[in-house]
């Protein structure tokens, strides 16, 4: 398991934790499809993460890509 803020560019990954305590921010990721048993890829890291998850690209700041864990 590595946190999505690791992994390598533009390999699937499937998304098995998310770790926050922020009901907001766990709220808006479920809103986007980021949740366990998801499937994403990396596409960029600088100057935002930026995920594909189906055909739905989106970015994430570096402290929310540390809290999402995928394998």
């Known amino acids: ?3 999505l ?4 560019i533009g390999q699937p990954q499937t998304i098995v934790h998310v770790r926050t305590e922020e009901s ?3 709220r808006k ?3 986007l499809g980021i949740m366990p048993g998801s499937s ?3 596409e960029q890291r600088f100057p ?3 995920i594909k998850i189906g055909h739905t690209r989106t970015a994430l700041d570096g402290e929310t890509a540390a809290s ?3 394998e």
């Open 5 to 8: 803020s690791k992994i390598k």
């Open 48 to 50: 935002s993460y930026i």
């Open 1 to 3: 398991m590595n946190a």
């Open 68 to 70: 999402i864990f995928v």
């Open 29 to 31: 990721l479920m809103a």
């Open 24 to 26: 907001n921010i766990l």
């Open 40 to 42: 994403l890829i990396l």
